[in-house]
């Protein structure tokens, strides 16, 4: 899929961070004197938050592509996405010169937060590809986008952006502000009368949200959390108990106060009390820390937020195994990052099972036990393994990793890795029998005769001396001198 971003600020840097961190090369065009500093400083957030939040070893970076004018930007692209500043008469310029340039059949989406589609088709030559995307800041972490304007485009660009760890919402009908912002709004503009009326600070409105329900918000949202407050009768009887209340004079939604030049020094000054000690960038750096440590209570849980990080993150587990034609295997890579060391500077000794874990699941999918599989109830289990420390390695460092197959039987396999930095100095070793498991059962089987066949394949292409170390600590099933 050939990408094109167009606008490089808070969001379209976020989106361009996104596509490049998935692997996509990024075709950009920004006029701001500033831009390749300010993406290039949205992009070092970004890599440093998904080097916390995925376990799997990311893909290739893409690459950004920056260019001189829109045309050289579009040129060829299947998406682009737009997210210029918030005047339709600058979209509708934008948008003319996109379709002068692009492919017909290039889809065209807009980050607007509060312009429909039918008005940003205005004047184009071919509409129905020019869709609304709105996500939310930092595009990079929060999965949503909100995708209006229907047709194949919503499919096609619904299709694309979840391949990106995205979770799209498709809106059925156009409306202004579409859902989130209207949301939003609505807290906004009470939030807004709190401080006018000197009720509250921000600083004291920020913790009744992050503190309280915007928890709850987090991983249920509106409507799930008030059917629990309904308790065991559920939504219909909160809906009974609360729904009077919805007629008290409680909020002042269909009135604003007046942002003059007093409430906004008001505004501001608290705000500068409440959060002046951090600079822009740290207080991203700790939004994204905290959204890392959410999302992965939720994978853990599959729920929520949690499950497009877990999809993305199998994606990228199965995109790193190739078909090497060499031996031994050379299946998979991995970056040390930052959360990889410990108070020595070194990787820690559970991100080296971590890599040698990584390097089976990459063997497995190899010999053809993916996801499919695993789906209709069959699996392989380490039941020993034997780990040999060689080398200290540090944040940052490359690393690779050989498989060899020592042994089989109808249900067993014993694996060697050896994890190498790239100048080829050994790290580690690791030794690991394996059992292929009826997961249903809970036991072990046979496993199917393609599997059975597939081994022996990969066996036959085992013709040197096992290492001098193999089988120092674990059971003995190997090629040669097999129990």
């Known amino acids: 899929m050939k990408i094109a971003a167009i606008g490089g600020g808070v969001i379209g840097g976020g989106w361009i961070a996104r596509f490049i961190l998935n692997g996509h090369d990024v075709s950009i065009f920004d006029p701001h004197p500033e831009a390749q500093r300010i993406v290039g400083e949205v992009m070092a957030n970004a890599s ?9 070893p990311l893909p290739e970076p ?11 930007a579009v040129a060829g692209m299947d998406y682009i996405q737009e997210s210029v500043s918030e005047r339709l008469d600058l979209k509708h310029r934008i948008i003319a010169e996109i379709e002068a340039a692009a492919p017909k059949d290039a889809i065209i989406g807009s980050s607007t937060s509060g312009f429909k589609p039918s008005e940003l088709r205005q004047g184009a030559k071919h509409p129905d ?8 800041n930092p595009v990079y972490l929060l999965p ?8 194949k485009a919503a499919d096609r660009a619904s299709a694309l952006l979840s391949q990106v760890g995205m979770k799209p919402v498709t809106i059925a009908r156009e409306i202004d502000a579409h859902i989130g912002d209207r949301l939003l709004e609505a807290v906004w503009r009470e939030a807004l009368w709190l401080v006018k009326d000197g009720i509250a600070s921000t600083q004291e409105i920020d913790d009744v949200i992050r503190y309280g329900f915007g928890l709850r918000w987090a991983q249920m949202g509106l409507f799930e959390t008030y059917r629990i407050a309904g308790g065991e009768a559920g939504m219909r009887h909160f809906l009974a108990q609360f ?30 009390a409440q959060s002046g000690a951090y600079s822009i960038r740290e207080l991203e750096r700790i939004r994204d820390d905290n959204l890392v440590g959410i999302f992965h209570a939720l994978k853990a849980n599959d729920w929520g937020a949690g499950q497009p990080l877990r999809e993305a993150e199998n994606r990228f587990y199965k995109r790193k195994v190739a078909a090497p034609s060499t031996y031994p295997l050379m299946l998979h890579q991995a970056r040390v990052g930052a959360s990889w060391v410990d108070y020595n500077g070194h990787m820690t000794e559970f991100r080296y099972l971590q890599v040698f874990g990584d390097a089976t699941d990459a063997f497995l999918i190899h010999m ?17 393994t034997h780990i040999r420390h060689l080398a200290e390695v540090k944040a940052g460092e490359k690393l690779r990793v050989e498989t060899r197959l020592l042994g089989h039987d109808a249900k067993r396999f014993r694996l060697h890795h050896h994890i190498l930095r790239d100048n080829g100095d050994e790290v580690a070793t690791g030794e690991h029998m394996l059992v292929f498991v009826d997961t249903a059962k809970g036991r072990s089987t046979s496993m199917p005769h393609q599997f059975q066949h597939r081994l022996e394949e990969i066996a036959r ?23």
Do not use: N
């Open 129 to 136: 590809r020019i869709l609304v995307t709105h996500p939310f």
């Open 368 to 384: 053809g036990l993916d996801e499919s599989w695993i789906a209709k109830g069959f699996s392989a289990y380490t039941v020993e």
């Open 461 to 483: 292409k085992e013709t040197g001396p096992l290492p001098d170390h193999a089988g120092a600590g674990i059971r003995t099933l190997c090629t040669q001198g097999a129990e």
């Open 48 to 56: 440093r938050a998904y080097d916390k939040l995925f376990q799997a």
């Open 62 to 72: 893409g690459r950004l592509i920056w260019t001189s004018s829109i045309a050289e």
């Open 243 to 272: 729904g009077p209340a919805l007629k008290w004079p409680w909020t002042k939604l269909m009135d604003v106060p007046d942002l003059d030049d007093a409430l906004i020094d008001q505004i501001a000054s608290q705000s500068d």
């Open 144 to 151: 949503v986008v909100e995708v209006v304007g229907g047709g």
